[in-house]
T-cell receptor, first 111, second 110 residues
């Protein structure tokens, strides 16, 4: 079955630590996205990538970094510079001007 | 910045009733999409409507788009308890970048 996987499902981070969230897709989609969702809120775009080895900042990129070395993979690193990282993180992929397919999400909690 | 804004923020109806939620946006679009999110889960795509379309149906779902008013509506007919979820609209301005609204929380009471 084609789809998007995110791991881990739950992640705990100590203050000052960097953590990396995994996102993998086997849909052969060119574009991939990372969103942050806070309780009762909509989605805010962190980073997106239209093609391998290229990515752009979204609305709230500060404190985050990404890489796109392979078409299938778009990992997100939450750095210690992100002061309020506790949130639900959603990865998605799409073809051009098509709908986005979402992964199940990773819930990150800072201890 | 938020492009789409859903209205109402929350909606509670009885099973069997129809649910209508609206989305307004600010700038011209190529297409508009509706998604559903069950609590603590990823989003599921429902319908994509292009800027040259006025209405689309999918099962119990009906979406309309009025580009002159920069608004869209999602109608769920004969609602079921399983329809309880948050519903989001998302707009695409011709790039790969989609912008999501803040969502409508729908509760269907059995």
């Amino acid at each position: 079955d084609g789809g998007i996987t995110q791991s881990p499902k739950y992640l705990f981070r100590k203050e000052g630590q960097n953590v990396t969230l995994s996102c993998e897709q086997n849909l052969n989609h060119d574009a991939m996205y990372w969103y942050r969702q806070d309780p009762g809120q909509g989605l805010r775009l962190i980073y997106y990538s239209q093609i391998v080895n290229d990515f752009q900042k979204g609305d709230i990129a500060e404190g985050y970094s990404v890489s796109r070395e392979k078409k299938e993979s778009f990992p997100l690193t939450v750095t210690s510079a992100q002061k309020n990282p506790t949130a639900f993180y959603l990865c998605a992929s799409s073809i051009q001007q098509g709908h986005e397919v979402f992964g199940p999400g990773t819930r990150l909690t800072v201890l | 910045s938020q492009q789409g804004e859903e209205d109402p923020q929350a909606l509670s109806i009885q099973e069997g009733e129809n649910a209508t939620m609206n989305c307004s946006y600010k700038t011209s679009i190529n297409n508009l999409q509706w998604y559903r999110q069950n609590s603590g889960r990823g989003l599921v795509h429902l319908i994509l409507i292009r800027s040259n379309e006025r209405e689309k149906h999918s099962g119990r779902l009906r979406v309309t788009l009025d580009t002159s008013k920069k608004s869209s509506s999602l109608l769920i007919t004969a609602s079921r308890a399983a329809d309880t979820a948050s519903y989001f609209c998302a707009t695409d301005k011709g790039t790969y970048k989609y912008i999501f609204g803040t969502g409508t929380r729908l509760k269907v009471l059995a």
